[in-house]
């Protein structure tokens, strides 16, 4: 059980809580790819925790949201935080709160089956693109 309820937390504080977990999925991810290398595995995870991945996979996974999923993805991304993170598009940065608010709110739902299901396309989509981009 978690020490808080997502019904109390903010869509903001929900991103804060999903960024850290979205951070876990992904370095389990890239060591999972037999990366080894610290420069490596710091290139490698950049490639799905940066504002512009995490707004590519809200464009790529919506339709196999549920209306409440996209509720709170929209919720995420209305929230006002108070500032960009650098070399981060405005709309990409938003995008991608809403990403983390949507984790976060999994998280906190106890929701782990959907929530593992959720990261394992997001990190396949980011698998996809990182192979047409880079051919391996």
């Known amino acids: ?14 991103a ?6 979205w951070e876990v999925y992904v370095r389990n991810h890239v ?12 290139r490698r995870a950049t490639a799905y ?3 512009t991945a995490q707004a590519h996979l809200v ?4 339709e196999g949201l549920t209306v409440e999923e996209q509720d709170m993805v929209r919720k995420g991304r209305n ?4 500032h960009v993170r650098k070399n981060a598009d405005v709309l990409d940065y938003r995008h ?6 949507l984790i976060g709110y ?18 396949a989509v980011i698998d996809q693109k990182w192979e047409d981009e880079h051919g391996h």
């Open 96 to 101: 991608s709160t809403g990403f983390e608010a």
């Open 49 to 51: 925790v940066s504002a």
């Open 106 to 123: 999994l998280y906190g739902t106890e929701n782990k089956e959907r929530l593992q299901v959720l990261c394992q396309r997001a990190l």
């Open 59 to 62: 464009q790529a996974l919506w």
């Open 79 to 82: 929230a006002k935080s108070g």
């Open 1 to 14: 059980m978690m020490p808080w309820s997502t019904t109390v937390l903010s869509p903001l504080e929900l």
């Open 31 to 42: 060591l999972e790819l037999g990366i080894r290398k610290p420069a490596v595995l710091h």
């Open 16 to 21: 804060f809580i999903g960024d850290a977990v």
